[in-house]
């Protein structure tokens, strides 16, 4: 075959491109070998109203109840101590009778807040039943309590010795020489107890013992 017979046959079978783009896609723009993404419909949340929300109140909380303490009073505060002018004077008095007030009261400190009457009240007394400044001095040595015990009771001490134990009124002042401290005693709580229980055991004579 001659050259020009093999050209004609190949323009016989190659197809016609166009003039305008003789290149054509290798795709068509409307075919796709992947589905195009579909656009997001519209989503639609829920909406939230406006209205305030009214918190509803709790009941309120009882007031827990505590166990109310009895109030109890302080004790009474000791009395303050006199003057010193007043100090002095009952120091005085009492080494007057040959007492030495220091030692009076390192035992019975409350001989500091006694009146300096009270203490001359309670020696005349004694001394009006014939106690001698002597007997005084030894008496209230041995027991400076009798200092503090007024008249008034000293004197139903003296009553339940003479008509209850019995006590010669010439043995009274023996007695009260011998136990000083009798008159420091309470007749109803320690010295009629005291009698009764003698008694229940056999001893009549009171007075002796």
Same mark, same amino acid.
């Given at each position: ?67 109310? /303490?009895? *109030?109890?009073? =302080? ?5 303050? $101590?006199? &003057? ?7 120091? %005085? ?45 030894? /008496?209230? *040595?041995?027991? =400076? ?5 007024? $008249?008034? &009771? ?7 010795? %003479? ?47």
């Amino acid at each position: 075959m001659s050259l020009i017979s093999l050209s004609h046959a190949m323009q016989d079978t190659l197809p016609v491109l166009p003039k305008n783009n003789p290149f054509p896609p290798l795709l068509s723009p409307h075919h796709h070998d992947f589905p195009l993404l579909s656009r997001p419909k519209n989503l639609h949340f829920p909406t939230f109203s406006s209205r305030t929300i009214t918190p509803t109140s709790l009941p309120p909380k009882p007031n827990p109840k505590f166990p109310q /303490i009895p *109030s109890t009073s =302080p004790p009474p505060p000791m009395p303050p $101590p006199n &003057s010193h002018s007043d100090f002095q004077e009952k120091m %005085l008095y009492l080494e007057s009778i040959g007492l030495d007030f220091f030692s009076l009261i390192q035992h019975h400190p409350p001989i500091i807040f006694a009146s300096l009457h009270d203490l001359k009240s309670t020696v005349d007394f004694l001394a009006s039943l014939s106690f001698t400044t002597l007997e005084l001095r030894r /008496i209230l *040595s041995m027991c =400076p309590h009798i200092l503090t015990v007024k $008249p008034t &009771s000293l004197l139903p001490i003296f009553t339940f010795l %003479l008509r209850e134990a019995h006590v010669n009124g010439s043995d009274l002042k023996k007695v009260i020489n011998r136990r000083p401290r009798l008159l420091a005693c309470n007749v109803e709580t320690q010295l009629r107890p005291t009698l009764y229980f003698l008694q229940s055991i056999g001893i009549s004579e009171v007075n002796i013992v």
